[in-house]
C-alpha cells in the first residue's frame, strides 16, 4: 500500500548530489588537498584542526548563537502567530510585513544592517542618542559582534517562523477554542489550547532554526567577516576561511567535525521530540 | 464585548503597529533612500533624503548594465526557482509520506541520510569533479538537481510532520474503494498536504532565489548569471557604488515580492486549509 | 492559432541558434578573458581587449568578471582544478600565483620573445623554477603611508624618516584634534599594511631574511624585527591614534575621511589613489606619500608591489593559444602600457622596459618613483617567499583593536605561516 518506488526519485538525486559528494570529501579530510593533487596524511588535519587558538571561541559562538537564534525566534513569533492569527486588524498586511526580510538574500541584509549599525553615523545609535540611551559599538566590540549579528538573524528568520506557527495554530479545530471561550480568557486559550496543539509546529521552528544557527554562515561572513579579529568567528566561517585560503584537507577534516557536533546535539533533539509527538 | 476589552484590542493594536514599522520597514526605506542617491552622496551611507531623487536613472543604470545583464539573471534566477521547487514539493512530498507511513527500518536509514543533508554543508569541489564526469558541470539543469537535493531533507521533514496528521483509515478506505497506491498518493494525500506544499514552496523558492554560493561555483561564465551575483557588479573589494548596489537589490527583490503579493491569499488560504477540515 | 504560431516561432529560434553560432564561429576567434570586477581592474582588462581588438577584427576578446579578494582566490583555484579557466585571465603575481601550482596548470612564457620587454626584477614574481608564466598587467604600487599634505602644512610638520619621528608627529597631530592614523578594519586586509609595508626595514636590519623564512630558518616571532610591524599596531591601538569607529571603517568612507583631512595618516598601498581620484577629484593633489619609517633615518626605503599579471592556462590550446600569445605580447609592449595609461591614471611605475609615466601623475605618485629613481625601493616579503599566511588579516585587525597583544600575534602567524608552508609542500616544514 506504501510503495517503495516512493523513494525512489528523491534517493536518486540526494545520493547522487549530495551522498557521494560527502563521502568524497570525507576521504579528502584524510589527505592534503590541493585541488590538483592530495598526499595521504592519516589524521594530522583533525590534529590541525583542534590545536587552533581560535577553535574555542568559534566554538563557543556556534552555540550560542544557535541556541540564541532559536530560542528567540520562538519567543518572538509564537505570540506574533497568535497575534495574525486571531489578534489585530490588517492582519494581512502585518503578514506580508514580517514576511518581507525573508523575500530579501542574507546578502542584503547583512549589508544593510551593518550600515545602519556603525556606531556614530548609523540610524541606530541616532535612534538610541535621541532617546538618550547609551550606543553601543554593535559590529566594532569585540564582546558584542556576535549578539548583533544574532538580533539581525532573527530579525530575517522570524517571518517564516511566525508562518510555521501560523500553519500551526490554524490546523487547531475550532471546537477547542469554543470550548476555551467558555473560560474566556487569552492566556488559558494560550496555555491549554495553543501551547499543547502547536507543540509540532514548536519543534519544528526550534530544529530548523537551531539547525540553521548552527550552520549559520551568510550573515555573519556579510557583517563581520568572524571579527574584528575573530572575536565572532563561528565554526562555519572558520572552515571557510580554512576552503579560501586553500587548505581543502582541513576544511574538509572542519566539515566533518561540525557534522558530528550537529549530530551530537541534533540527534538527542529529534528523539525527544518524537517521543512527545507519539504521546500527544 | 465590554468597553475596556475594546480599548484593550485597540491598544494592542496601535503598539503592534508601531513597533512593527520601525522594526520591519525602517530597514527597507533605508535601502530605497540609498537608491535614490548619487554616488558620492550614497558613500557616506547615511539615513537622509537624498539632495536629488535619482532613484529612476540608479534603477535604469542598473538595469542597462552591461547588455541588460540584470534582466538575463533574473530569467535564469526565475527558471532555476521554478524548476527546482517544482521538483522539491513532489520528491519531497513522496518521501514525507512514504517515510511516515512505512515506520520500518528502511524509512528509519533514509531519514537519518536526510538528517545529515539538514545538517552538512555541500561539498564544492567533489560536487564539481561528480558533474564534469556525467557532463551535467556548468548547466542550470545539474544546478537544479543539487538545490532539490540540497533542499530535500528539509521538505521531506515537514511533509513527514503533516502526513502524521492524516488518519490512516483515510488510505486504508480509498485501498477498498480499489485505489493504486499511487492514486492514494495523488487524489487523496497529496491535496490534503496542500498547507505542507505552500510552506515548503514559499521557503524553498525563497531559499533558492536568495542563494549566493552555490551558482557562484556550480554556474559560472556570463550566461549563467543569477539575481544574487549581480551584486557583485557594483560591490567589490576596493570600491562600492552603494547606490546602484541598493538599486540592484530593489530590483531583484522585486521578483520575489510580486510573487508573494500575487499569491499570498493563496499562500494564506493553503496554510490555513487545515483548521477548515479539522 | 495563436498558440500554433507561437510554436512556430520557437521551433524557428530554436533552429536559428545553432545556425547563428556556427556561422559567426568560422571567421572569429573568440577569447574569453577573466578578471576580478574592481573598477580599475576591470576597466583595464576591458581597454586591453579593445585596443587589441580594434587592431585584430577577426579576434573577439570577451572580459569575464569576478568577485575579488579570497572568494575570487578560490574561484580561480576551482575552475584551474577542473579545467574550465578561460583562455586568459588576470592574476596576481608573487606568493598567491604560486597557490595556482603554475606548473601543472598555465603555459610556460619563457621561451617567447615578449618576455625581453618585461623588467627582470618583475620575472622571480611570476615565476616556478626556469618556468616564467605571466606578463605584468598594470603598475607596481608602493606599501607605506599616504597622507593629507593641508594637515602636515597646517600644523608644520615634516615628513618623518624613523619611527620615533613618526610617533611625535602623530602626537602633534592629536593634540590639534585631528585622529594621527586611519584604521578601516571594516575591510579587514586593509589592516595589514604596517605589517607588510615594513619589509623594506626588515631586509635593512636582517638582509636576506625572505629566503631564510622560506626555509624554515627564521620566523616572525623570533625575529624582532620581522615582528615590528605587530608592536605598531598594538602602539597605534595603546596611544589611540584610530580614529572614531575604526573597528568597523570600511576602506572607501576611509578614504573620505584622508581625503577631508579629518585623518593624517593611512598605512596602504598607493593604488588608493585611483579610488579618491574618482571619488574626490579635487582633492587628490592634497595627498602624498612616504614610505613606512624604521628605525635608522640613513636607511630610509619603500616597500613594493608588483603588478598583477595576465596568463594563459595549459587547457588554452591550438589557434587559441597562439591568439592569446599574441594578446600576451600586447600587454607586455610600450604600446599597452600606453592604453592602461589613457584608461586610468598609473599609480606606479610599469613593469615594461622603457615605458614611461605621464607628467600628470598624481603628487603622491611622484613621491613614491622618487624613492625608486633613487634606488631606495625592496619588494615586499609576498614577491619574495611563496608563503603568506591567510589569517594575518584578522591577526592584525585583533592587535588593533586591543584583542591580542604584538607577542601572541607574532607566535599565531608562525603556526599560521606554518600551516601554509605545509600545504605548499615546501621542504623544511615537516
Known amino acids: 500500500m506504501y510503495s517503495n518506488w516512493f523513494y525512489m526519485p528523491g534517493l536518486i538525486i540526494f545520493t547522487v548530489f549530495f551522498l557521494v559528494p560527502t563521502a568524497l570529501a570525507f576521504y579528502f579530510s584524510l589527505t592534503r588537498w590541493t585541488l590538483f593533487d592530495s598526499t595521504y596524511i592519516g589524521l594530522d588535519n583533525y590534529k590541525e584542526f583542534f590545536d587552533d587558538p581560535q577553535l574555542k571561541s568559534g566554538l563557543q559562538n556556534t552555540i550560542i548563537y544557535a541556541v540564541l537564534t532559536s530560542g528567540l525566534k520562538v519567543i518572538i513569533s509564537l505570540p506574533l502567530a497568535m497575534l495574525l492569527t486571531f489578534g489585530v486588524r490588517l492582519r494581512t498586511f502585518f503578514r506580508s510585513i514580517i514576511f518581507l526580510p525573508v523575500l530579501i538574500s542574507a546578502v542584503a541584509v547583512g549589508i544593510t544592517f551593518a550600515t ?12 538610541l542618542e535621541y532617546w538618550g540611551l547609551p550606543q553601543p559599538n554593535w559590529l566594532g566590540d569585540p564582546d558584542l559582534a556576535i549578539y548583533s549579528v544574532v538580533i539581525v538573524d532573527v530579525w530575517k528568520g522570524v517571518g517564516i517562523a511566525t508562518l510555521i506557527f501560523i500553519a500551526g495554530i490554524s490546523s487547531i479545530p475550532l471546537d477547542y477554542f469554543d470550548a476555551a471561550k467558555l473560560e474566556g480568557e487569552t492566556w488559558i486559550k494560550f496555555r491549554h489550547v495553543i501551547l499543547p496543539l502547536s507543540r509540532n509546529a514548536t519543534f519544528t521552528v526550534i530544529l530548523l532554526s537551531f539547525i540553521g544557527g548552527l550552520r549559520t554562515f551568510d550573515l555573519i561572513w556579510t557583517m563581520t567577516r568572524g571579527g574584528p579579529g575573530f572575536a565572532s568567528d563561528v565554526l562555519t566561517s572558520v572552515v571557510y576561511k580554512q576552503y579560501q585560503a586553500g587548505f581543502y584537507g582541513l576544511s574538509s577534516a572542519g566539515n566533518v567535525v561540525l557534522l558530528v557536533l550537529i549530530m551530537i546535539l541534533v540527534y538527542p533533539m529529534t528523539r525527544i521530540f518524537n517521543r512527545l509527538e507519539l504521546e500527544l | 464585548m465590554t468597553l475596556r476589552k475594546l480599548i484593550g484590542i485597540l491598544w494592542l493594536d496601535s503598539v503592534v503597529m508601531v513597533v512593527f514599522s520601525i522594526i520591519f520597514i525602517v ?22 533624503l537624498p539632495e536629488k531623487f535619482l532613484l529612476k536613472e540608479n534603477i535604469k543604470e542598473v538595469i542597462e548594465f552591461r547588455d541588460r545583464r540584470v534582466l538575463l539573471a533574473l530569467k535564469n534566477s526565475t527558471i532555476l526557482t521554478i524548476g527546482s521547487v517544482a521538483l522539491i514539493v513532489i520528491i519531497g512530498s513522496f518521501l514525507g509520506f512514504v517515510i511516515q507511513r512505512r515506520a520500518n527500518r528502511l524509512a528509519s536509514i533514509v531519514s537519518t541520510l536526510l538528517l545529515i543533508g539538514l545538517i552538512v554543508p555541500p561539498a564544492v569541489v567533489p560536487t564539481i569533479y561528480l558533474l564534469q564526469k556525467i557532463g551535467l558541470y556548468k548547466t542550470l539543469i545539474s544546478l537544479v538537481l543539487i538545490e532539490v537535493a540540497i533542499q530535500l531533507p528539509f521538505a521531506t521533514l515537514i511533509f513527514r510532520t503533516f502526513v502524521a496528521s492524516i488518519p490512516r483509515e483515510i488510505d486504508e478506505a480509498a485501498i477498498i474503494d480499489g485505489a493504486n497506491p499511487f492514486q492514494l498518493f495523488a487524489h487523496i494525500i497529496f491535496p490534503l498536504l496542500r498547507p505542507a506544499s505552500v510552506t515548503v514552496a514559499v521557503i524553498s523558492a525563497v531559499f533558492i532565489y536568495n542563494d549566493f554560493t552555490l551558482p557562484l561555483y556550480f554556474l559560472p561564465g556570463e550566461d549563467n548569471v543569477t539575481a544574487q551575483l549581480t551584486l557583485y557588479s557594483f560591490r567589490s573589494q576596493f570600491n562600492t557604488q552603494w547606490n546602484l548596489l541598493f538599486a540592484n537589490v530593489i530590483i531583484i527583490t522585486i521578483p520575489p515580492l510580486i510573487m508573494y503579493i500575487f499569491f499570498q491569499r493563496q499562500i494564506v488560504a493553503g496554510l490555513t486549509a487545515g483548521s477548515v477540515k479539522g | 492559432m495563436l498558440r500554433k504560431s507561437f510554436i512556430l516561432v520557437l521551433v524557428l529560434v530554436l533552429i536559428a541558434i545553432p545556425i547563428a553560432s556556427t556561422a559567426m564561429a568560422q571567421d572569429t576567434i573568440t577569447l574569453t578573458y577573466l578578471v576580478d570586477d574592481s573598477q580599475a581592474n576591470s576597466g583595464m582588462a576591458t581597454a586591453l581587449a579593445e585596443a587589441y581588438m580594434a587592431q585584430h577584427p577577426n579576434v573577439e576578446i570577451v572580459v569575464e568578471l569576478r568577485p575579488g579578494g579570497t572568494e575570487g582566490d578560490n574561484i580561480v583555484k576551482t575552475r584551474l582544478a577542473t579545467g574550465d579557466m578561460t583562455d586568459v585571465f588576470w592574476y596576481n603575481s608573487g606568493s598567491l600565483l604560486q597557490a595556482l601550482n603554475p606548473a601543472q596548470t598555465l603555459v610556460d612564457l619563457s621561451d617567447q620573445p615578449f618576455i625581453e620587454n618585461i623588467v627582470e626584477s618583475f620575472l622571480p614574481t611570476v615565476s616556478q623554477g626556469d618556468a616564467i608564466f605571466g606578463v605584468p598587467t598594470g603598475t607596481a604600487m608602493g606599501g607605506g603611508i599616504l597622507y593629507n599634505k593641508k594637515v602636515y602644512e597646517e600644523l608644520g610638520l615634516s615628513v618623518p624618516k624613523t619611527w620615533d619621528e613618526f610617533v611625535a608627529n602623530n602626537e602633534a597631530i592629536k593634540e590639534a584634534g585631528i585622529a594621527p592614523v586611519l584604521a578601516t578594519f571594516g575591510d579587514t586586509w586593509t589592516s595589514q599594511l604596517f605589517v607588510l609595508a615594513d619589509y623594506y626595514n626588515v631586509e635593512q ?3 636576506g631574511f625572505a629566503e631564510a623564512y622560506t626555509n624554515h630558518e627564521a620566523t616572525h616571532s623570533d625575529t624582532p624585527a620581522a615582528a615590528a610591524g605587530f608592536a605598531y599596531l598594538q602602539q597605534g591601538y595603546e596611544e589611540d591614534w584610530w580614529q572614531e569607529d575604526y573597528a568597523t571603517t570600511l576602506f572607501e568612507p ?77 600587454i607586455a609592449s610600450i604600446e599597452g602600457t600606453e592604453v592602461l595609461t589613457a584608461e586610468i591614471a598609473p599609480t606606479g611605475p610599469y613593469m615594461i622596459k622603457g615605458a614611461t609615466l605621464p607628467d600628470s601623475v598624481l603628487p603622491a605618485v611622484k613621491d613614491l618613483a622618487a624613492y625608486i629613481e633613487s634606488g631606495n625601493s625592496y619588494p615586499a616579503l609576498e614577491f619574495l617567499s611563496p608563503i603568506k599566511g591567510p589569517n594575518l588579516e584578522q591577526i592584525c585587525v585583533a592587535v588593533g583593536t586591543g584583542q591580542m597583544d604584538a607577542e601572541q600575534a607574532a607566535e599565531d ?17 615537516d
Open chain 3, 205 to 207: 636590519a636582517v638582509p
Open chain 2, 27 to 48: 530597514p527597507f526605506v533605508f535601502i530605497v533612500l540609498t537608491a535614490a542617491k548619487s554616488q558620492s552622496e550614497s558613500a557616506l551611507l547615511e539615513f537622509t
Open chain 3, 413 to 429: 602567524y608562525d603556526r599560521d605561516v606554518e600551516r601554509q608552508a605545509q600545504q605548499l609542500g615546501l621542504p623544511g616544514w
Open chain 1, 116 to 127: 545602519l549599525m556603525q556606531p556614530s553615523t548609523g540610524l541606530i545609535n541616532e535612534a
Open chain 3, 254 to 330: 576611509g578614504l573620505a575621511l584622508l581625503a577631508n583631512g579629518e585623518v593624517a595618516h593611512y598605512p596602504m598601498l598607493t593604488f588608493a589613489l585611483s579610488t579618491i581620484e574618482a571619488n574626490f577629484p579635487d582633492q587628490v593633489n592634497d595627498i602624498g606619500f612616504f614610505a613606512q619609517p624604521g628605525t635608522d633615518a640613513e636607511a630610509n626605503g619603500v616597500t613594493i608591489w608588483m603588478p598583477p599579471a595576465t596568463y594563459i592556462p595549459q587547457t588554452t590550446e591550438g589557434e587559441k593559444r597562439e591568439v592569446a600569445l599574441d594578446f600576451l605580447s600586447f
